[in-house]
């Protein structure tokens, strides 16, 4: 009898092992084992699993776009939306980003965020810097997420939740652009204005303003370029990315076209004398009235307002050809 009754109980321990209903009054994401993932790189929908639980967050895509800063968007259940869910058993990706979700674990439970604040604040991601070139690049973003004064619409009625951090997910950018060839031009702005620029296919790299005497018909002598610094008047540096083909004659026409449109804008940092932001011109004859002006970015900083990168010691803008009358 006794070892029947052991049998038993023991039957009943191992029938309470498997999955069954799970029932919570809480829940916890906070392991830093549980990774916050996507079903694709449009990032609208991000979610984290636990054994039999799962945390949807969704928003819509553009939100986690790669600028640095800090945002807030409200939980409203349509375009911003926080939903906890329980299963009745071990829950997958295949469960929530399928087409045709897998017929098991089954939904036990269900809350849905009535209300709430998201809080995404990005950051930069940089590469190994090149200390030989002392230059820096930016290869993507992180955005870390966040939730304050959360309340719930779950079956028992409705709850207000701790403020918790959903997580850090990582975007990447395509690389910026910075390949040009050893061409420079130089045209007049709609404000007459000289510009130095240099193109590729979709950007351009731009001195606006820039000091004439830089750009003199005169042999330099051996070692000792002529100097300037970028400043909020003159000299002005840009590095300009579009949307779109960009060619030569968009700087040369008055007004500036209006296509392509501008995607992203990164202005050089002013300079300071002997350490930052200096434009440097090395000016030789290619004959009795014509002139090659080798111009260089040295130790340039471009900022977009909310983060930066370096240039780098040595960046050649480009090699400008000019006529003396």
């Known amino acids: 009898m006794k070892k029947f009754a052991y049998l038993l109980l ?5 029938n309470g092992c498997d999955d069954g209903d799970l029932t919570v009054e809480t829940f916890d994401f906070t392991d830093p084992s549980i990774k916050v993932q996507t079903c694709t790189d449009t990032y609208e929908l991000l ?15 553009d939100k986690l776009g790669n600028v640095a800063g800090e945002q807030t968007f409200n939980i409203d259940n349509n375009s911003y939306k926080l939903v906890y869910r329980t299963y009745d058993g071990t829950v997958a990706t295949a469960n929530i980003c399928n087409a045709i ?7 036990t439970d269900e809350w849905y965020a009535e209300g709430g604040t998201i809080v995404i604040v990005t950051k930069a991601k940089y590469g190994e ?3 030989t070139e002392n230059s820096t690049r930016i290869v993507g973003y992180t955005h870390s997420i966040s939730f304050k004064n959360l309340t719930y619409s779950k079956p028992a009625g409705t709850q207000v939740g701790p403020d918790f951090v959903f997580g850090d997910i990582d975007t990447t950018v395509d690389d910026l652009n910075l390949t040009f060839d ?24 731009t001195i606006n303003n820039i000091d004439p005497t ?19 008047t003159q000299n002005k540096v840009f590095y300009t990315i579009y949307n779109g083909l960009i060619t030569a004659d968009y700087f040369c026409k008055i007004p500036i ?7 992203q804008t990164w202005t050089g940092l002013e300079g300071v004398s002997g350490q930052s932001g200096i434009i440097e011109v090395t000016t030789t004859s290619l004959g009795p009235t014509v002139f090659k002006h080798v111009i260089v970015l040295k130790d340039v900083i471009l900022d977009n307002g909310n983060v930066n990168f370096k240039l780098g010691k040595n960046f050649l803008l480009g090699e400008l050809v000019t006529q003396s009358n």
Do not use: H, M, W
């Not at 979700?101 to 939904?107: A, C, G, Q, V």
């Not at 050893?182 to 790299?205: G, Q, Y």
């Not at 003199?216 to 370029?225: D, I, Y």
């Open 129 to 131: 810097p090149n200390t």
């Open 101 to 107: 979700r897998p017929s098991l674990p089954n939904i």
């Open 214 to 232: 830089l750009i003199a018909n005169e042999v330099t002598p051996s070692g000792t370029p002529r100097t300037g610094l970028i400043s909020a």
């Open 182 to 205: 050893e061409s420079a031009d130089l045209c007049t702005s709609a404000t007459n204005d000289k510009v130095v620029f240099n193109i590729n296919d979709e950007a351009s790299l």
């Open 47 to 61: 979610y984290k699993l636990k054994n039999q639980e799962s945390l949807l967050l969704q928003i819509p895509e």
């Open 257 to 263: 076209p209006s296509t392509p449109t501008i995607s």
């Open 10 to 14: 023991l039957g009943l321990l191992l």
